[in-house]
């Protein structure tokens, strides 16, 4: 019973010293200021700690320890705040080396990126891209490939011309060949050197490095390209919301009427542009290493109008290192691919196997007029009007 | 058919021009980080 009791009470006892040291604010009384042996735990730990203790506590004469006292041998500046300011990169450094780099001797947002990318980034988003080739293998198992539903006629419409297959191939050849090199780049060291060896593997690295950074040129012209040539056609109207809610006939025998591009095909052309902009720019930041900033001015936006703290995210960071500029780069470039991947690989699937018909249009660009009439019973009238108002005589355009 | 190998020949000659331009236009790591007093060529 005494035992008993004096089990309960030791626990109380810890119980209450633990909850007292959750709460109260760290006292660093002992250390004159610095950092204690509970801040070290809690960093190794990996909870958040306030640095702020620390990163502040730079150029201050007025807070050294006397120049008669044991560690004031440096008189107004103290040595702690020498490391303390290189530490936070604070500190005027020079080098002969112009890299922004250079001047920055300690950042510390190397560890958080190089775990990211290797585990949240490479397993959610490849297991995005297997997920989506999976829901797509099952949905042409449930609904099967979308047939033309009336007879053929024999005759053609011209969908696109030979310019716009052009610039639809250019962009979805160099899409591809980025994929798949930017896929080797991330997975290099968990899939490939495993099964290949580090010195095979390593001239595969550097053919999709050459790849990555030399194609990348060819995938922005294409996209302004198309951007130029289509955004007229994809601008949302009435037909749309009609089209939408009635899941693009997907699901259904009937298909409602579409201009020339549905809004299923409207959405993968935004998807494409603004997606396709976003990884343009963010790979260029990282082609052209410390040229440019994006993250710190976009958290001081973010910041500013509230968007960060409305996300649950707090205040971001508005100084960041050269290195954790490049380091948000890769991983919004590789957030943003992922998600384009997805649906990249859905509008291949519609526009080969999941539907007859589709891949003539930007095959020969020549699609069956029974076809036309049924995905896009709006364009095809207006194409079948324009050849009857043409004189017989006239020869058809390429 | 024609258009789509058109494009994939594109793809080949852009990826590398492009190389032969920007393994010239001064912004390879040597380029940007080095000052005069740094020779890293002889």
């Known amino acids: 019973m005494l035992r008993a009791l004096l089990a309960l009470m030791l626990t109380v006892t810890f119980v209450s010293t633990a909850h007292a040291q959750e709460g109260a604010s760290p006292d660093r009384e002992a250390t004159g200021g610095a950092q204690t042996l509970e801040d070290i735990m809690a960093r190794q730990r990996g909870e958040e700690v306030d640095n702020s203790f620390r990163s502040d506590a730079t150029g201050d004469p007025d807070s050294a320890a006397g120049i008669a ?38 950042q510390d947002g190397g560890m958080g990126w190089l775990q990211f990318r290797e585990g949240p980034l490479a397993s959610y988003g490849g297991g995005l891209l297997i997920v989506t080739a999976a829901l797509l293998a099952v949905f042409l198992m449930v609904r099967g490939r979308i047939t033309i539903d009336g007879e053929k006629t024999g005759r053609t419409i011209t969908r696109f011309k030979a310019v716009e297959r052009f610039g639809h191939w250019l962009l979805a050849g160099s899409f591809i060949l980025l994929g798949v090199t930017g896929l080797v780049s991330l997975f290099g060291r968990t899939v490939f050197i495993p099964v290949f060896g580090h010195e095979a593997f390593s001239y595969l690295a550097v053919g999709s490095k050459w790849i990555h950074n030399n194609v990348s040129w060819a995938f922005m012209l294409a996209l302004a390209m198309i951007f130029v ?5 994809n601008l949302p109207d009435r037909t749309d919301i009609n089209w939408l809610l009635k899941g693009g006939g997907i699901f259904t025998n009937g298909h409602p009427p579409a201009k020339k591009f549905n809004a299923g095909q409207k959405l993968i052309f935004w998807s494409v542009i603004v997606l396709g902009t ?29 968007i960060s703290e409305a996300l649950g995210l707090g205040t971001l960071r508005e100084t960041l290192a ?20 997805a649906i990249i690989l859905a509008h291949i699937y519609i526009g080969s196997v999941g539907m007859e018909g589709a891949y003539d249009a930007m095959g020969s660009g020549e699609v069956e007029e029974q076809w036309a009439r049924e995905h896009h019973s709006i364009w095809a009238e207006e194409e079948l009007a324009k050849d009857r108002k043409a004189p017989e005589s006239a020869t058809p355009a390429e | 058919m024609k258009a789509m190998l058109a494009a994939f020949v594109a793809i080949v000659v852009i990826a590398v021009g492009s190389n032969l331009y ?18 890293l060529d002889n």
């Open chain 1, 69 to 106: 006292s044991q560690l004031g041998t440096l008189g107004g500046a103290s040595d702690p705040e020498l490391w303390r300011a290189l530490r936070f990169g604070t500190a005027n450094i020079t080098a002969s080396n112009n890299s922004p780099t250079a001047t920055t001797l300690i």
């Open chain 1, 229 to 233: 040539m289509w955004v007229i056609h």
């Open chain 1, 278 to 306: 976003s990884i343009s720019v963010s790979g260029l930041a990282l082609l052209f290493p410390f040229e440019f900033n994006m993250f710190a001015p976009t958290f001081a936006k973010l910041n500013s109008f509230g």
């Open chain 1, 322 to 341: 050269p290195h954790e500029e490049m380091q948000y780069a890769q991983l919004w470039h590789a957030i943003v691919s992922f998600v384009l991947m």
């Open chain 2, 22 to 39: 920007l393994s010239q236009a001064g912004f390879s790591s040597q380029d940007r980080a080095t000052g005069p007093a740094v020779r």
